[in-house]
C-alpha cells in the first residue's frame, strides 16, 4: 500500500532532550516536506527536500533540523526541544515540482509535548 | 513572504445548507491545491487548479481559481455530514522558495448539524 509512515505518532519530552521524528515514503517520490500544525494557524512549513541531499528552508525551521540521506526517509531532529515546540507534525510528500505533479501525501501525524 | 488567508475561519451550517470558503493570497499563485482533513485525521488532496477562472467540479464541491490567480472557492451545495473538516488551501510560494515552497492557507472549520 503507497503511504507516508511517521514514527512515533505520539510523543511527550522534557526541553532540551535531542529527538527524532522518523517519516518514510513508498512511492519513490521526489519531493519531501514537514509541516507544523498550530490552532489557528493552519499548516506551516518546516523544511522541504527536492531530493537526495537537497533540503530547504520553509516558514518556521528555526529550532529543527533535516537530512535526506535516502529517497524515502527525511526525518525531523530537534536538537533541544522547548515547549514551543509542542504541536502536531506532519510529513508529506509528492512526485516532484512539474505540473500534475504536486500533490502532496501526508503521513498520520506526530503529537508532540514538550514539558 | 507569501500569505494566504481564509474566511471564514469556522463555519456551523445544519446539514441540508451550502458551504463556500474563500482563499485569497498577497502573491500571484501558478497553482492552488485544496486539502480537507477530518477531525483527528491528515489533510488529504482535493485537487488542484493551474488555469485562470478555471472552475472545476467533484460532485457536490466546486473549486474555483480567480481571474488574477491570487484567490480562489471552494462551494459545496447540500452539506452532508461526511462534509465535516478542515479545508485548507495551499499554493506555491515564488516571493522566498522559488515555486518549491508551499505556503499552506489558515483553512476552514466546517461544523455540519443534523
Known amino acids: 500500500e503507497a503511504q507516508v509512515t511517521q514514527n512515533p505518532r505520539y510523543l511527550i519530552t522534557v526541553t532540551g532532550k535531542k529527538l527524532t521524528v522518523t517519516c518514510s515514503q513508498n512511492?519513490?517520490?521526489?519531493?519531501m516536506s514537514w509541516y507544523r500544525q498550530d490552532p489557528g494557524l493552519g499548516l506551516r512549513q518546516i523544511y522541504y527536500?527536492?531530493?537526495?541531499?537537497?533540503?530547504d528552508k520553509g516558514d518556521v525551521p528555526e529550532g529543527y533540523k533535516v537530512s535526506r540521506k535516502e529517497k524515502r526517509n527525511f526525518p525531523l531532529i530537534l536538537e533541544s526541544p522547548s515547549p514551543n515546540q509542542t504541536s502536531l507534525y506532519f510529513c508529506?510528500?509528492?512526485?516532484?515540482?512539474?505540473?500534475?505533479?504536486?500533490?502532496?501525501?501526508f503521513g498520520p501525524g506526530t503529537r508532540l509535548t514538550v514539558l | 513572504g507569501q500569505q494566504v488567508m481564509q474566511i471564514p475561519q469556522y463555519q456551523h451550517v445544519q446539514e441540508g445548507e451550502d458551504f463556500t470558503t474563500y482563499c485569497n493570497s498577497s502573491?500571484?499563485?501558478?497553482?492552488i491545491q485544496w486539502y480537507k482533513q477530518r477531525p483527528g485525521g491528515h489533510p488529504v488532496f482535493l485537487i488542484q487548479?493551474?488555469?485562470?477562472?478555471e472552475v472545476k467540479k467533484q460532485k457536490r464541491l466546486t473549486f474555483q481559481f480567480g481571474e488574477a490567480k491570487k484567490n480562489s472557492s471552494l462551494h459545496i451545495t447540500a452539506t452532508q455530514t461526511t462534509d465535516v473538516g478542515t479545508y485548507f488551501c495551499?499554493?506555491?510560494?515564488?516571493?522566498?522558495?522559488?515555486?518549491?515552497?508551499?505556503?499552506f492557507g489558515t483553512g476552514t472549520q466546517l461544523k455540519v448539524e443534523l
Open positions: 508529506a510528500s509528492s512526485l516532484g515540482r512539474n505540473r500534475g505533479r504536486r500533490e502532496q501525501f
Open positions: 512511492m519513490n517520490h521526489e519531493y
Open positions: 527536500s527536492m531530493n537526495v541531499e537537497v533540503t
Open positions: 502573491t500571484t499563485l501558478s497553482n
Open positions: 487548479l493551474v488555469k485562470s477562472g
Open positions: 495551499a499554493g506555491p510560494d515564488r516571493v522566498t522558495g522559488g515555486g518549491n515552497k508551499l505556503t
